[in-house]
């Protein structure tokens, strides 16, 4: 069993920054790799950026690239995702998600684990 618990998120201005975290189960961060997902009102689910488990290779989504980071303390079991130059259209329910690779959240394919979601509203 996996779990994840996220944290952050909240209202910002446009141009504004917000972190998410994601702590993890022990030795999840060995095993699975780790990724956020959003999904805004009226629309579909969108992967978002996802770091593997062995490589630390990272992914990033078009709308969210060169804006948006991905890391992991392996120390603190904890994937951070750090936003930066946000946009109104940034704004949805951010879940944290557990797949065996990252292939998973790059094809918006259904994860073995999910966060409980965090909103995050961007006003313009």
């Known amino acids: 069993q996996v779990n994840l618990a996220q944290s952050g998120g909240g209202n910002v201005q446009a141009g504004g920054s917000l972190r998410l975290s994601c702590v993890v189960s022990?030795?999840?961060?060995?095993?699975?790799?780790i990724g956020w997902f959003r999904q805004a009102p009226g629309k579909e689910r969108e992967g978002v950026s996802c770091?593997?488990?062995?490589?630390?290779?990272?992914w990033y989504a078009d709308s969210v690239k060169g804006r948006f980071t991905i890391s992991r303390d392996n120390a603190k079991n904890t994937v951070y995702l750090q936003m930066n130059s946000l946009k109104p259209e940034d704004t949805a329910v951010y879940h944290c998600?557990?797949?065996?690779?990252?292939?998973?959240?790059?094809?918006?394919?259904?994860?073995?684990?999910w966060g409980q979601g965090t909103q995050v509203t961007v006003s313009s």
């Open positions: 998600a557990a797949a065996e690779f990252c292939g998973t959240i790059i094809r918006n394919s259904r994860p073995d684990y």
């Open positions: 022990e030795f999840t961060l060995d095993y699975w790799a």
């Open positions: 770091i593997s488990s062995s490589d630390d290779n990272t």
